[in-house]
């Protein structure tokens, strides 16, 4: 099926590193993304990872999928205020004729 | 350009009103779609269109209209809508059928 889990807030304070988790069920999943969604605003691409790899890093963020448990995250480093928003991660599916399945979001405040 | 760009940003309309969101991407990409997106929720995908021609209905009810005149524009029609349709609408791009979305910043619309 088509489900793709998060938790709902994450918390931390500047300078720390923040790592967020998303779960999907569907194994034939071809692509996986994190988007960043500031108030207000659409959503922006921050990096995607094609299922056949463990590991991405781009710059401060890293990207770990776990095929056999369906489990991606998203780390942050240095984590800073303007990292503040929801992340979505999300999937896509070849054949799927352009369907992308969103997770719930996860709000991430980061403190001062 | 490497935009999505969505007018107008805040919409306001009656429920016997007919009005348009425009979507417009520079980008030559050849997929574009529509969201539709309630507060603190993630992004649900409506229509699809593919090298100009809607490829996925979402079983969207039919008080939306979606229009693609040319490869870089993207209209969604709004007629004899509810309150209950009151969300901010998101409209995408992409090169290919696989491949990160670019999303403009959205139209934010009440139905009063």
């Known amino acids: 099926g088509e489900d793709v889990e998060q938790s709902l807030f994450l918390s931390v304070r500047e300078g720390d590193s923040s790592v967020i988790n998303c779960t999907y069920t569907?194994?034939?999943?071809?692509?996986l993304y994190w988007y960043k969604q500031e108030p207000g605003a659409g959503l922006q691409l921050l990096t995607y990872?094609?299922?056949?790899?463990d590991m991405k890093q781009d710059q401060r963020l890293t990207v770990l999928l776990n095929k056999k448990d369906k489990h991606l995250s998203l780390r942050i480093a240095d984590t800073q205020t303007g990292d503040s928003a929801i992340y979505f991660c999300?999937?896509?599916?070849?054949?799927?004729?352009?369907?992308?399945?969103f997770g719930s979001g996860t709000r991430l405040l980061v403190r001062p | 350009d490497t935009e999505v760009t969505q007018t107008p940003k805040h919409l306001v309309m009656g429920m016997t009103n007919k009005k348009s969101l425009k979507c417009e991407q520079h980008?030559?990409?050849?997929?574009m779609y529509w969201y539709k997106q309630k507060a603190k929720k993630p992004p649900e995908l409506m229509f699809v269109?593919?090298?100009?021609?809607?490829?996925i209905n979402e079983s969207v009810p039919s008080r939306f209209s979606p229009e693609c005149p040319n490869s870089s524009l993207l209209n969604l029609h709004l007629h004899a809508l509810q309150p209950e349709d009151s969300a901010l609408y998101l409209c995408?791009?992409?090169?290919?059928?696989?491949?990160?979305?670019?999303f403009g910043s959205g139209t934010r619309l009440t139905v009063v």
């Open positions: 995408a791009s992409s090169q290919a059928e696989i491949g990160g979305y670019t």
């Open positions: 569907d194994s034939s999943s071809t692509y």
């Open positions: 990872i094609f299922s056949n790899m």
């Open positions: 999300a999937e896509s599916k070849r054949g799927s004729s352009y369907k992308l399945i």
């Open positions: 980008m030559g990409h050849r997929a």
């Open positions: 269109y593919s090298y100009e021609k809607l490829s």
